[in-house]
């Protein structure tokens, strides 16, 4: 069965610091993943989506996720993190129906 | 183009109360979902339509829980009687297709609280 782990429940990092998040996914075939951010209040919106070709993926918001499958993973980065992007992030693999497998997801706090 | 609409945003019940949720998808979509979020944890699929016939319910409490989508477009979430654990937020969704490359996107949800 498909499953995602999100190893980090919480993440503070400082405005203007890096930023990773990780996921690893459990899939016996070439994954489709996402990435989605949920602000507080709001509905789930789509940063990024693999599918196949090359592996580093660009998003929105500056965000970007590299693919190993070696690795099982399919990380989320960004050079410098905003205030605005406090928020919580979630993984999530598909299933060939289109379901979304969400990970536990990660919240972010941003320091000033 | 609007989003996906959802109604109400939040309600307050008693357990044993029913309760409905309404959903709008974006004009077009043939595929809805119907997740639930309970507080902690990534959102869950209750229940996938495409057009008005269900592609996967395997997770619905078909017990308490039902959604019907009639005419292909609009949909409804019930819970009749509500549990205690039911308290969650209800997101919507909706794509233009089933299938692995298809964006879904989301509504503002339903946020529920069971007293």
């Known amino acids: 069965a498909q499953s995602v782990t999100q190893p980090d429940i919480h993440i503070t990092v400082s405005e203007g610091a890096s930023l990773e998040l990780r996921c690893n996914y459990s899939?016996?075939?070439?994954?489709?993943l996402f990435w989605y951010v949920q602000s507080p209040g709001q509905g789930l919106q789509l940063l990024l989506k693999?599918?196949?070709?090359?592996?580093l993926v660009q998003g929105i918001k500056g965000f970007e996720a590299e693919f190993k499958r070696s690795q099982s993973s399919f990380n989320l980065r960004k050079p410098s993190v905003h205030w605005s992007d406090a928020a919580e992030y979630f993984c999530?693999?598909?299933?060939?129906?289109?379901?979304?497998?969400f990970g536990q997801g990660t919240t972010l706090q941003v320091k000033p | 183009e609007a989003g996906v609409a959802q109604s109400p945003r939040y309600k307050i019940i008693e357990k044993r109360q029913s309760v409905a949720f309404w959903c709008n998808p974006i004009?077009?979509?043939?595929?809805l979902y119907w997740y639930q979020q309970i507080l902690g944890q990534g959102p869950k699929l209750l229940i996938q339509?495409?057009?008005?016939?269900?592609?996967?319910d395997s997770q619905l409490p078909k017990d308490r829980f039902s959604a019907e989508r009639l005419k292909g477009v609009d949909s409804t979430l019930k819970i009749q009687p509500a549990k205690l654990e039911d308290s969650a937020v209800y997101l919507c969704?909706?794509?233009?297709?089933?299938?692995?490359?298809?964006?879904?996107?989301f509504g503002p949800g339903t946020r529920l609280l069971v007293l």
């Open positions: 969704a909706s794509s233009i297709n089933s299938g692995l490359q298809e964006t879904q996107y």
């Open positions: 004009s077009g979509h043939a595929t």
């Open positions: 693999y599918f196949s070709g090359d592996t």
């Open positions: 339509f495409q057009n008005n016939g269900v592609v996967d």
């Open positions: 899939y016996g075939a070439t994954p489709y």
């Open positions: 999530a693999p598909a299933s060939n129906t289109g379901k979304l497998i």
